[in-house]
């Protein structure tokens, strides 16, 4: 049986156009009709056909290049570059164009803002199809690197010692150019600052701009690479990161917002991400759902004032740990005498506030209650003022959200949650290869994490609204978008 061979020499009847280069169900025609749907103006990158002086490549050309590298895991600029000259997706795509490395990378960085709304649109697309409901939103984060080593995070004292070392250094430049320029005097003087003199001032204009963050911040680390980063731990061990925060909608587990943000724990993102996500979506959602390591009362209490289901457990509902016999759960509450009952009946009055934790105290009325306890021992063994109970400010608002999360329908919500906020993650880290950003500073990174965010719907999109030619149609329906 022969063996079917190809023939590079052999000369085509008709030359080919780059229009059948790629089957009419290719995924890169749904990336080019989303972005040819997109509106540019409210994204922030103006179209201007009557633009004089040499002509640029048109800003959506780059932005194709750009969401769909991505969508495969081609990020570098030199590797898109490479892609629009050997595979013929690209080719097609960019309709036969060649940009450079440094224009790809010019064009990114330039429209680094921009390109953060791409994900903002994209979801109220979403919204606009009925494949995000915007009723129950589930929070997550993962950690991904950032473009700098965690060697090069330093304390305050560090940075000040060596601006110090640099102003030596600068004076010492400035006086071996003033001796040069006296010995060369009859000559005239070949250069006005050398090359040294001119990197020293810029590492003095980094570190005095580092230094001016550590002024306005708590922050007790910054990285000299990569300012907006932060050092974190994760599975990977020790590095430089971002830790990267999405919020996806439970209807198809589409995502509606993403942000990288240098906290370390996540203690402090629901109300930050939900109050972004409620931005996107025509009406507020009802229900926020994330893991234990968003436990803060603080944090959660603006979403429970606005009247939004909260269903995240504390710690110790999800450790697998039994309460013990005396716990502060094990003693009732008297809201209306703000007194507390233990077990045996006897109350704990309240004594004193900590400000500084904004937490109440409440001892027992009288020691020689606890002394005679049979209980006394376990429950306490504070011979001083016997057993003290202490309360936040908002421990109303803990034991709220600790009897919800143990309502059945709230289980049901919270099973789902890991299904939901894991997928993108999943796609992101492993499909993609997304180990480390690319760009460094906030908003390069946020520029990354909105074309990640972006690329996962457009997959999930073409799979949801059965395939890319059905997708491909909708998009090129321009007027059903009107994206407020």
Request: proline share 3%; hydrophobic share 35%.
């Amino acid at each position: 049986m022969a063996y079917k061979t190809g023939e590079r020499k052999q000369l085509a009847l008709l030359p080919q156009s780059i229009e059948q280069f790629v089957a009419a169900d290719d995924p890169v025609r749904a990336y080019d009709a989303f972005v040819e749907a997109l509106d540019f103006d409210q994204v922030g990158i103006p179209i201007d056909p009557h633009k004089v002086g040499n002509a640029p490549y048109h800003p959506k050309s780059m932005l194709k290049l750009l969401v769909y590298g991505y969508s495969y895991g081609v990020r570098s600029s030199r590797k898109l570059e490479r892609e629009t000259h050997h595979n013929l997706s690209f080719i097609w795509l960019m309709g036969g164009l060649k940009p450079d490395h440094k224009t790809i990378a010019e064009f990114r960085r330039t429209n680094k803002q921009a390109i953060r709304k791409v994900l903002q649109q994209c979801a109220r697309m979403c919204v606009k199809l009925d494949l995000i409901a915007g009723n129950v939103l589930f929070v997550d984060g993962t950690k991904i690197r950032a473009n700098a080593s965690a060697s090069r995070a330093h304390g305050q004292d560090w940075y000040v010692h060596q601006l110090a070392d640099i102003d030596q250094r600068i004076e010492q430049l400035l006086s071996e150019c003033e001796t040069t320029d006296q010995q060369e005097s009859q000559l005239g003087s070949f250069v006005a600052m050398n090359k040294e003199l001119a990197q020293a001032n810029r590492l003095k204009s980094t570190i005095t701009e580092v230094l001016a963050e550590f002024a306005h911040s708590e922050r007790t680390q910054i990285n000299q690479t990569d300012p907006d980063c932060a050092t974190m731990q994760s599975r990977q061990g020790t590095h430089a990161s971002y830790n990267v925060q999405s919020v996806v909608d439970d209807q198809a587990g589409l995502i509606v917002h993403a942000e990288a943000v240098p906290a370390a724990n996540d203690r402090k993102q629901v109300s930050r991400q939900i109050t972004q996500a409620n931005a996107v979506l025509p009406t507020p959602c009802t229900t926020v759902c994330a893991d234990s390591g968003y436990a803060n009362t603080d944090d959660l209490a603006p979403l429970d004032e606005h009247g939004i289901q909260i269903i995240v457990p504390a710690q110790e509902q999800v450790s697998g740990k039994t309460d013990e016999p005396f716990a502060k759960q094990q003693f009732i509450y008297d809201r209306e005498a703000d007194c507390y009952y233990c077990p045996t009946g006897h109350r704990l009055i309240y004594v004193t506030t900590d400000t500084t934790i904004d937490k109440r105290f409440y001892h027992i009325t009288d020691k020689h209650l606890c002394f005679k306890c049979q209980h006394w021992g376990v429950c306490t063994n504070n011979k001083k003022i016997g057993r003290r109970i202490g309360r936040f400010n908002n421990e109303a608002l803990k034991e709220k959200l600790y009897a919800t999360y143990q309502q059945a329908a709230a289980q049901l919500i919270y099973a789902r949650r890991k299904s939901r906020v894991e997928h993108p993650f999943g796609h992101i880290k492993r499909n993609l290869k997304m180990d480390a950003f690319l760009l460094r500073g906030s908003a390069g990174v946020q520029a990354e994490t909105s074309l990640l965010a972006t690329c996962f719907n457009i997959t999930r999109m073409i799979t949801l609204l059965g395939g890319v030619a059905q997708l491909v149609r909708i998009f090129m329906a321009t007027s059903i978008w009107a994206i407020a």
